[in-house]
């Protein structure tokens, strides 16, 4: 991303196509409000795969901490066995 003069962009971006063979081409000039447009694509994109990414880390990390609570309750229980008197 380059927010100058096109010519210094251009220059900038000489250096980085002659580094090896050019497949495709897309990099040149774009208005503000395009690239803003893009930009908000993008977030609204990142936002909502992190929002269903979280949703369910978060309900993974719920199901663990319940399991672990219910898993130390049943492990501190005492056996049907253990009532003081010997075997």
Known sequence: CHSGQPEHGQ???????????VVMD???PIPYTA????????????RSVFQNA???FASLCWLC???R???SVWVSLP???DK????
């Open 65 to 67: 901490f319940i399991l």
């Open 54 to 56: 979280y949703s369910r």
């Open 11 to 21: 220059a900038a971006m000489a250096k980085i196509k002659s580094f090896g063979t």
């Open 35 to 46: 690239l803003n447009g893009m930009l908000i694509k993008i977030i609204t994109i990142c």
């Open 69 to 71: 609570l219910v898993l």
């Open 26 to 28: 897309v990099l040149g």
């Open 84 to 87: 003081g008197s010997a075997p």
């Open 79 to 81: 056996a049907d066995n």
